[in-house]
Every structure is written in C-alpha cells, then in structure tokens.
C-alpha cells in the first residue's frame, strides 16, 4: 500500500473533520465547544460518572476534565453529585438543560452533515458506508 496515499488521506480527513466542527461551531447557539458536547453524550448514555473515569475513557487529561466539568456546571448543563456516606466521591452527572442542549448539538451535526452528504452519489454514500463500518470493526478489534 502506498503511504503517500495514506498520509494524504489521513491529512484530508483531519481537514474535513476540523472543518465540520468550525461550521458546527458556527450554527450551534451555545458557545462551548464540541468536548464538552461529548461529556454530555457520555453521561447521557452512561449516567453519572467521577470525572477522573470520564478523563480516562473519553482521552482528556484531568485538568482538561475539571475545565469542562466547570463550564458545563457554570452553565447549568451538569450538576456534581456527593456520596453522603464519602463526600470525596463526587460524580458529574447531566441536567434536563444538558439534555436539551445534547438534543439540539446532535439535531445540529445531523443537519450538518445531512447537508454534506447530499454531495455524494447513492454509490458514493454506499461504499462510504461500507469504508467506515470495516474501519470501526477493525477498531472495535483492536481493544
């Protein structure tokens, strides 16, 4: 396989995914970012969670987790939970407002790339489909 080829893809798709998340940034009325958007989507799918485990499984570093803990807490999009028993075991969980503003970043990346996609030919969306789903089963297998 040539790598030439390779880098070049590699470097088209970091471009691409730079550039949708500009745009996003752009029509999405909340101003904080695509990380704190996947923090929201984690506690959504996987409930309340300590922010040294979010850090981990979403590759933040813990500083990086206490700055977006803050701004989603700032904002009212998450809430820190104490143990009453232990108050050192404080979790990070989402509120209604962080649902409705999930809601809405994921209603406005659908569109986005809806939008996008109507670029590509019926074969085109096809065979990008098939590209991406063997990419994530090769992923899914490395771990």
Request: proline fraction near 2%; charged fraction near 25%.
């Given at each position: 396989?040539d790598?030439?080829n390779?880098?070049?893809?590699?470097?088209?798709v970091?471009?691409?995914?730079n550039?949708?998340i500009i745009?996003?940034?752009?029509?999405?009325q909340?101003?904080?970012g695509?990380?704190?958007?996947?923090v929201?989507?984690e506690?959504?799918?996987?409930?309340?969670?300590?922010?040294?485990v979010?850090a981990k499984?979403l590759?933040?570093?813990?500083?990086?987790?206490?700055?977006i803990a803050t701004?989603?807490?700032k904002q009212?999009?998450?809430?820190r939970?104490y143990?009453?028993?232990?108050?050192?075991?404080?979790?990070?969980?989402?509120?209604?407002k962080?649902?409705?503003?999930l809601?809405?970043a994921?209603?406005?990346g659908q569109?986005?790339?809806?939008?996008l996609?109507?670029?590509?030919?019926?074969?085109?969306?096809q065979?990008?489909?098939?590209?991406h789903?063997?990419?994530?089963?090769?992923?899914?297998s490395?771990?």
């Amino acid at each position: 396989m040539d790598k030439s080829n390779i880098f070049k893809l590699i470097h088209t798709v970091e471009l691409f995914t730079n550039e949708t998340i500009i745009k996003w940034n752009q029509t999405f009325q909340y101003n904080i970012g695509i990380s704190p958007i996947i923090v929201l989507a984690e506690l959504k799918q996987n409930g309340p969670q300590q922010q040294t485990v979010l850090a981990k499984r979403l590759g933040y570093t813990p500083g990086a987790m206490t700055n977006i803990a803050t701004r989603l807490i700032k904002q009212e999009m998450a809430v820190r939970k104490y143990n009453e028993n232990d108050r050192r075991h404080v979790l990070l969980a989402i509120t209604k407002k962080g649902m409705d503003v999930l809601k809405e970043a994921q209603q406005k990346g659908q569109e986005l790339r809806v939008e996008l996609f109507q670029e590509l030919t019926e074969e085109e969306v096809q065979q990008f489909l098939n590209i991406h789903e063997k990419l994530l089963n090769r992923i899914k297998s490395l771990n």
